[in-house]
């Protein structure tokens, strides 16, 4: 059974920090990338960042220089570290696995960030 589970996120103040993890468990880690997806309250679920299983990042402009994507390959997990949080990404931020061949994608629960003071 394929579970991703999300941890870390809360409440922060803007300029702030935090680090997500997603434990993966039920598939071959290694043969997907992963990727952390948010949304907001109305609005579409938008990549923030993924990681191939050799370390190639893809991230959002946004987020470039703030947000550092990266994982585990023996411990499952992959990881988002966010720094200079602003309070436009409050959202829920979802761990993403994604298989090109033989396609598949998983999502997990999602874990709320809140930027506030």
């Known amino acids: 059974q394929v579970q991703l589970v999300e941890s870390g996120g809360g409440l922060v103040q803007p300029g702030g920090s935090l680090r997500l993890s997603c434990a993966a468990s039920?598939?071959?880690?290694?043969?997907?990338?992963m990727g952390w997806y948010r949304q907001a309250p109305g609005k579409q679920r938008e990549l923030v960042a993924s990681?191939?299983?050799?370390?190639?990042?893809n991230s959002a402009d946004s987020v470039k220089g703030r947000f550092t994507i990266s994982r585990d390959n023996a411990k499952n997990t992959v990881y988002l570290q966010m720094n200079s949080l602003k309070p436009e990404e409050t959202a829920v931020y979802y761990c993403?696995?994604?298989?090109?061949?033989?396609?598949?994608?998983?999502w997990g629960q999602g874990t709320q960030v809140t930027v506030s003071s």
């Open positions: 039920g598939f071959i880690f290694s043969s997907y990338v």
């Open positions: 993403n696995a994604r298989r090109t061949l033989n396609p598949a994608n998983y």
């Open positions: 990681i191939t299983s050799g370390g190639i990042i």
